[in-house]
């Protein structure tokens, strides 16, 4: 993809960093005049699935990658070394979690799960529009 340098984060196993990577999402928006709202939802989102599903009793990283498209909308991965793929819950409105997947569903024009190989772990992306 046009060789740009891609702009990573390795997430640390614990939930308050859920912060920090709204602030890198901001930056990195920031730099491509994009409005940072919908990327910091959905980045929050995806981090706060892999740390809770994916950081049992590994020390594997979480990462968070974010390039863009060739039709400039941002491309954003979070990478984890849990096996088991996510998948939507019927949204339960008295639930507090569960919600995740179905946010990223509303905002992100798709979205989708690859799993590594050697069962390494997964990477969930997703596509969202510079609106």
Same mark, same amino acid.
């Given at each position: 993809?046009?060789?740009?340098a &891609? /702009? &990573?984060?390795? *997430?640390? @196993?614990?939930?308050?960093v859920?912060?920090?990577v $709204? $602030? =890198?999402?901001?930056?990195?928006t920031? @730099?491509?005049?994009m409005?940072? =709202?919908?990327?910091?939802?959905?980045?929050?989102?995806?981090? %706060? /699935?892999?740390? @809770?599903h994916?950081?049992?009793?590994?020390?594997?990283?979480v990462?968070?990658r974010?390039?863009?498209? &060739?039709?400039?909308?941002?491309?954003?991965?979070? @990478?984890?070394?849990? *096996?088991?793929?996510?998948?939507?819950?019927?949204v339960? %409105?008295?639930? &507090? %979690?569960g919600?995740g997947l =179905?946010? *990223?569903?509303q905002?992100a024009?798709c979205?989708?799960?690859?799993?590594?190989?050697? /069962?390494?772990?997964?990477?969930?992306?997703?596509?969202?529009?510079r609106?």
């Amino acid at each position: 993809m046009g060789g740009a340098a &891609e /702009n &990573e984060m390795v *997430v640390k @196993q614990d939930l308050k960093v859920v912060a920090e990577v $709204r $602030r =890198f999402v901001r930056l990195v928006t920031g @730099q491509w005049d994009m409005d940072d =709202f919908v990327p910091c939802l959905v980045a929050s989102e995806l981090v %706060t /699935n892999a740390l @809770q599903h994916a950081a049992s009793a590994t020390d594997d990283d979480v990462i968070l990658r974010l390039s863009r498209t &060739e039709d400039d909308a941002l491309w954003m991965e979070v @990478q984890d070394a849990a *096996v088991g793929l996510p998948h939507m819950l019927a949204v339960d %409105t008295t639930s &507090e %979690t569960g919600r995740g997947l =179905f946010i *990223v569903d509303q905002y992100a024009r798709c979205w989708g799960i690859r799993a590594l190989a050697d /069962n390494a772990g997964k990477i969930v992306f997703a596509v969202i529009d510079r609106t």
